[in-house]
Structures are given as structure tokens and as C-alpha cells.
């Protein structure tokens, strides 16, 4: 999964049986994302962090597999293509989750007397706690 993009396109094209067209190129001047540096980012800007983390533990086979049904989810209209915008859809709701759930998390360590509300004194508390 070191390329998880160009994986994308490939399994698009193998689940499909005809290759995928490239809707958008990329604007002059535009940066680039740096593959070699990492594809961790990639996995999980993707996947959402946990998801990423599960894909981790899978063999190839496995990935390829699961990531075929994460393309099928991919394709809004059905067409089977993934245009940049249903990617760009996917990639923000994935963002989206993330964000929720880890709200979600930290709320609970930050509303100490568990009334669903974080006033001043608990966020003081469970951020600045050990140096007051």
C-alpha cells in the first residue's frame, strides 16, 4: 500500500473491467504531495486515521479488497469512474468522522463532572490541571 493512489486507479480499473479517466489535471504551479516522504498521510487523509491503521494489518489481498468496496462507495453516480470531485466529496467526510469522533473523545476527559457541558474551571482543569 505504498502508493495508495495510483492502487485506487488500478483497482478501479480491474473491479470495472475498463480503465478510469482522469477528469482534472493538476494546475501549473500547483503543489505537489511528495509520495516518498510517507504514504501514512495518504492512508489517512483516505481512509480516516483508524481505518488507516487497520489497513495496516491486512495483506495485500485483503487491501485490495477491501478497498475495491471503499471504490464502489467512492462513485456517487454509479458511473464507474471516480472523478476528482467524488474523491475530494470522500476525502471530507472521512475528515468530517474524524473530527466528530475525536471530539466525541476528548470531550469526555474535559467535562469532569460529566454534565454535558465544559465550563471555564473544567477546561482549565483538564488542560493546564498539573501546572496550576
Same mark, same amino acid.
Request: aromatic residues 12%.
Given at each position: =500500500? !505504498?502508493? =495508495?493512489?495510483? =492502487?485506487?486507479?488500478?483497482? $478501479?480499473?480491474?473491479?470495472?473491467? #475498463? ?16 509520495? !516518498? ?9 483516505? =481512509?480516516? #486515521? ?33 472523478? $476528482?470531485?467524488?474523491?475530494? $466529496? ?36 483538564? $488542560? ?5
Amino acid at each position: =500500500l !505504498r502508493a =495508495l493512489p495510483a =492502487l485506487l486507479m488500478l483497482l $478501479t480499473a480491474g473491479a470495472l473491467g #475498463k480503465p478510469t479517466a482522469r477528469q482534472e489535471r493538476a494546475r501549473p504551479g500547483a503543489v505537489q504531495h511528495e509520495d !516518498r516522504a510517507g504514504f501514512q498521510y495518504d492512508h489517512e487523509a483516505f =481512509l480516516g #486515521k483508524e481505518e488507516a491503521r487497520s489497513f495496516d494489518q491486512l495483506s495485500p489481498e485483503e487491501s485490495r479488497e477491501r478497498l475495491g468496496k471503499i471504490v464502489d462507495r467512492i462513485d456517487d453516480d454509479k458511473d464507474g469512474y471516480i472523478t $476528482t470531485e467524488e474523491l475530494k $466529496t470522500w476525502i471530507k467526510r472521512v475528515q468530517k468522522r474524524y473530527i466528530y469522533e475525536n471530539v466525541a473523545k476528548v470531550w469526555k476527559d474535559y467535562d469532569l463532572n460529566k454534565d454535558d457541558k465544559i465550563a471555564w474551571e473544567e477546561y482549565k482543569q483538564a $488542560t493546564y490541571g498539573y501546572y496550576l
